[in-house]
């Protein structure tokens, strides 16, 4: 198991930058793959950015050239978030992923606010 832990949203302009970090209860190497994604209100969570265990990184369309997704140490990785537009206000999670004989197992932190103001 793992656990999760978000921090660093908060209120910034169009156009501007925010961070979000994710600490983890256990190694990040030791985990298939990690990520964030967001949830806007009155949509379904989406994917925004994952990163396996050997660094291969995956982005949404909508992000892409935007946002990037980094381990930062052991146990925390980030999303660094810049040009930011309106619809990027949501709540964003991460997340991570463990593969097992049997399936997957998914975790998620309990998301941290991010607004964007136009």
């Known amino acids: 198991q793992v656990q999760l832990v978000e921090s660093g949203g908060g209120l910034v302009q169009t156009g501007g930058s925010l961070r979000v970090s994710c600490t983890a209860s256990?190694?990040?190497?030791?985990?298939?793959?990690i990520g964030w994604y967001r949830q806007a209100p009155g949509k379904q969570r989406e994917l925004v950015a994952t990163?396996?265990?050997?660094?291969?990184t995956n982005y949404a369309e909508f992000v892409k050239g935007r946002f990037t997704i980094s381990r930062y140490n052991t146990n925390t990785f980030y999303l660094q978030m810049n040009s930011l537009k309106p619809e990027d206000t949501g709540v964003y999670y991460c997340?991570?992923?463990?593969?097992?004989?049997?399936?997957?197992?998914?975790?998620w932190g309990q998301g941290t606010q991010v607004t964007v103001s136009s």
């Open positions: 997340n991570a992923a463990i593969v097992r004989i049997g399936g997957q197992s998914d975790y």
């Open positions: 256990r190694s990040i190497f030791s985990i298939n793959t």
């Open positions: 990163i396996t265990s050997d660094g291969s």
